[in-house]
């Protein structure tokens, strides 16, 4: 839109649309059989390579769903954690692994142990998954993103990974691809790898399980670990032993290299791994975790924004270390950020965290969605009624996989009038027992509801009209 304007004529939205190519996914035989294929390699259905694709086409969702790499990140962050819930629910899991560290047990260690905390977390994930099959490549500036080819669309696609090599050279996730090639021409993109991500992730999951249950996931590449029960069992009194023989493992058996940073809690072992990357281990022991998170940037400290920052420094100056936090009052801290926050930077300046107190406390699904913002280029009211019954059915299986029941329906509808207008969002919240979403509830429908449906077709006529016309 803003290229639009700046050009006084609308420009033709085919050169911004995401480019479709089949993609033909590798597969590797662990896990095979937990894992569906992306439906653009199985579906029979010809993509032209330089076609578009939109909301009107018939299996558009599915491709959607198929290539989103945010869809993918969420969705493989809940199936983590479903898995690791899943393997608590059996009443006898077996720790195979930990005969393994019979040569890392201290027999003769008679002192206590602190709480010990590991985050672990991937390197450059996607990369390193694509690098698997690409020895070749190893040491090259490499990113891995949807763009297929130098066209202007393909320009703005962003990069979604980037491998150290192509840091050095400034190149940062989220950067325009056009803008990463002029700092770095030699860089080689490479596509996505749903199927293989899946497969590799739950590998990892699997690898930590065989001596521990005490996870907690957080997406397809990180997860925290409490090791303190672990290592009182085995005797274990030097961290780092476990976290260099389960960083071998996993670059044993998925060929990523993973960073392991170590702490007395959720935060320090957080910010540990800032120190281990990339493919190391950092333990920042009870002793010098005072010391350490003193110096450490407040920029580093999680859920400290851009925004909240700049309220402390207009009134403290230029803060820069968590020790200049640390001079700041807790009653002040409230009255400038609000009481909840300044509690939460009062104790994480400090290195205290509070979230992990319940560490792997496993808490129900609040919600399931389906969220699509773009390709939508309808005409016809069909069209939309048409798109909605698709939605209805995408969100009854996404309830089956969660065990779940609904008894209301928010709609977001975000409409795109002329370039010289605004883009407006409108929420509308109903408990909607129309015919496309009538399988989503297991309840028998009232007239107050059937009116419900009926003021909801009518907002989508008008809101139709608003975009048409």
Not at 142 to 149: L, M, P, R
Not at 242 to 267: D, Q, V, W, Y
Not at 305 to 313: A, E, F, H, P, V
Request: glycine share 6%.
């Amino acid at each position: 839109m803003v290229l639009s304007i700046s050009a006084d004529r609308l420009l033709d939205v085919n050169e911004y649309l995401l480019l479709t190519t089949q993609q033909k996914p590798s597969i590797i035989t662990a896990f095979h059989q937990h894992i569906d294929l992306p439906i653009s390699s199985g579906s029979g259905r010809k993509v032209d390579q330089h076609s578009t694709f939109t909301a009107k086409d018939s299996n558009f969702l599915e491709e959607y769903y198929a290539r989103s790499r945010l869809h993918l990140i969420s969705t493989l962050a809940q199936e983590m954690k479903d898995y690791v819930n899943g393997m608590r629910d059996e009443q006898n899991h077996e720790f195979i692994g930990r005969h393994q560290l019979e040569h890392i047990s201290d027999h003769n260690w008679k002192g206590s142990l602190d709480r010990v905390i590991f985050h672990v977390d991937l390197d450059c994930f996607f990369v390193s998954v694509s690098l698997r099959s690409r020895p070749d490549l190893v040491g090259k500036a490499v990113a891995v993103t949807h763009s297929k080819g130098s066209s202007r669309a393909a320009g703005f696609s962003e990069l979604a990974s980037v491998s150290y090599v192509a840091r050095v050279a400034g190149l940062r996730n989220g950067m325009l691809v056009r803008d990463a090639l002029k700092l770095c021409p030699t860089l080689i993109c490479l596509p996505y790898e749903f199927n293989e991500y899946k497969i590799i992730s739950k590998a990892i999951y699997t690898i930590v399980s065989r001596y521990t249950l005490d996870i907690r996931a957080v997406s397809c590449d990180e997860m925290y670990i409490d090791c303190t029960k672990l290592f009182k069992l085995l005797n274990i009194s030097d961290a780092t032993l476990f976290a260099e023989h389960l960083r071998s493992e996993i670059k044993r058996e998925t060929g990523c290299p993973a960073s392991i940073g170590i702490g007395s809690n959720m935060l320090m072992a957080r910010l540990a791994t800032r120190y281990a990357k990339p493919d190391n281990v950092k333990w920042v022991k009870p002793d010098a975790a005072l010391n350490f998170i003193t110096n450490e940037k407040v920029e580093n400290l999680p859920g400290l924004g851009y925004c909240t920052l700049n309220k402390l420094r207009t009134v403290y100056g230029n803060l820069k270390q968590c020790g200049d936090l640390q001079k700041i009052s807790g009653v002040d801290l409230e009255k400038i950020i609000g009481k909840r926050l300044g509690e939460q930077v009062y104790k994480m300046c400090r290195g205290e965290d509070e979230t992990d107190k319940d560490f792997v406390v496993s808490t129900g699904r609040k919600s399931v969605s389906c969220d699509i913002n773009y390709g939508i280029r309808f005409t016809k009211m069909e069209e939309v009624v048409h798109f909605l019954n698709v939605i209805g059915q995408e969100l009854e299986k996404k309830l089956n996989q969660a065990k779940m029941v609904t008894g209301s329906i928010t709609l977001k509808i975000m409409i795109g009038v002329q370039c010289s207008r605004l883009i407006s969002s409108m929420s509308s919240r109903y408990s909607v027992k129309a015919e496309a979403m009538n399988r989503l509830f297991r309840v028998k429908k009232s007239s107050q509801e059937k009116t419900k449906a009926k003021e909801c077709q009518f907002l989508f006529g008008l809101f139709l009209h608003l975009i048409l016309y």
